[in-house]
T-cell receptor, first 109, second 113 residues
């Protein structure tokens, strides 16, 4: 079966750095996506990795290792507005997105 | 630009009744999708359409039907609602079905009693 695993919840302090991990087992791989979802809102796109390595976009970076079936999302200089759920999703061989259950990130002052 | 709109925002529906959730996009995207999101679970694909005139079944299609008469609209119909269809429903679209990013509508919160 296809599976995406990520921690259910994480807590971090304002101004700090947090790393959210995602491991996956899918039938085929056509890219990995990270989305942010605030409570009661729609998911919004954060990043896309299809090749191994680090993609940096402002305070957010995403890393991919295809051989290990592993990705992480790194958030720097945390702000209170970063409190949200972070969703990891992989496009399989049929180009369908397989979604993790999401990691709820709680930021404390 | 509006992007993707969904209607209604929320609905309470009696079991056994039918309902159509509406989704419209103005980005001229070819591919559109319907997902449901339940607490503790990842988004699950109900139906999808890679281009106008075609549709396909996702992971959880039973009890739902879709149509794609044109590029902009992708309605989702529940023929006879059951309580297990209580969920938040998201419509999404992408330029194409392959590696492109999916963009989401605001969602419809449905309660079936």
């Amino acid at each position: 079966g296809q599976n995406i695993d990520q921690p259910t919840e994480m807590t971090a302090t304002e101004g700090a750095i947090v790393q959210i991990n995602c491991t996956y087992q899918t039938s085929g791989f056509n890219g990995l996506f990270w989305y942010q979802q605030h409570a009661g809102e729609a998911p919004t796109f954060l990043s896309y990795n299809v090749l191994d390595g680090l993609e940096e976009k402002g305070r957010f970076s995403s890393f991919l290792s295809r051989s290990k079936g592993y990705s992480y999302l790194l958030l720097k200089e945390l702000q209170m507005k970063d409190s949200a759920s972070y969703l990891c999703a992989v496009k399989d061989s049929n180009y369908q997105l397989i979604w993790g259950a999401g990691t709820k990130l709680i930021i404390k002052p | 630009t509006a992007g993707i709109t969904q209607a209604p925002t929320s609905q309470i529906l009696a079991a056994g009744r039918s309902m159509t959730l509406r989704c419209t996009q103005d980005m001229r995207h070819n591919a559109m999708y319907w997902y449901r999101q339940d607490l503790g679970l990842g988004l699950r694909l109900i139906h999808y359409s890679n281009t106008a005139g075609t549709t396909g079944k996702g992971e959880v299609p039973d009890g739902y039907s879709v149509s794609r008469a044109n590029t902009d609209d992708f309605p989702l119909t529940l023929a006879s609602a059951v309580p297990s269809q209580t969920s938040v429903y998201f419509c999404a679209s992408s330029v194409g079905p392959e590696r492109e990013t999916q963009y989401f509508g605001p969602g419809t919160r449905l309660l079936v009693l």
